[in-house]
């Protein structure tokens, strides 16, 4: 833009200058790249406000995925911890069911602790009474397995040849007949002889 030919038209015949009209004709000839300075300096002022504000912003976002990232840590952390006690708690209950099948076999105790150290547990299940899911299939593998380990439980009789000593020590016939005819007398008079 020619400034110098634009102030030539708007100078007078007596060399004065009419500033209005020159602003005007400035303005128009410049158009909207014409600011004043006051607006100028609102906008730069606005600017600066602006870049503040985004910086802050954009600090606060980075503190914030910090923070984020720190509670997926803690969380994801947590979160595996609550995952392993539960699945220590579950261990322990199918052990103890295992255990109980293992005594209602009459297992030694030391003999229990053996058996159990050397059993996988993986595959155990409880259902929701806390029982093992396939009770009779391990009971059979039980008595399979371990049946040296099972006491065998044989049921006799007395030996007739040795009878049992009495609660008093009394063994011979005499004696039985004679506490018995004391008893008889106590409970219903003398006995008549005949």
Do not use: C
Not at 46 to 58: D, R, S
């Amino acid at each position: 833009m020619d400034f110098e030919a634009l102030i030539r038209k708007h100078v007078g015949e007596d060399g004065k200058v009419d500033v209005d009209k020159l602003a005007t004709a400035i303005s128009s000839a410049v158009g909207r790249e014409f600011v004043d300075k006051k607006r100028y300096n609102d906008k730069l002022s606005e600017i600066e406000t602006l870049n503040a504000e985004k910086q802050t912003a954009e600090d606060s976002a980075a503190a914030s995925a910090t923070w984020k990232q720190k509670h997926d840590a803690l969380k994801k952390t947590f979160d595996e911890y609550k995952a392993d006690v539960a699945s220590k708690a579950t261990l322990a209950s199918v052990k103890a069911a295992h255990r109980k099948l293992l005594a209602d076999e009459k297992i030694d105790a030391a003999d229990i602790d053996l058996i159990m150290a050397g059993t996988d547990y993986s595959g155990m299940k409880l259902d929701d009474k806390g029982e093992l899911t396939d009770a009779e299939s391990i009971k059979a593998d039980i008595k399979k397995k371990y049946a040296r380990y099972i006491p065998e439980v044989k049921s006799k009789g007395d030996n007739p040849a040795t009878p049992p000593k009495s609660d008093n020590g009394v063994t011979d016939g005499d004696a039985i007949r004679a506490m018995t005819a004391k008893w008889h007398a106590s409970r219903y008079g003398e006995a008549k002889t005949e």
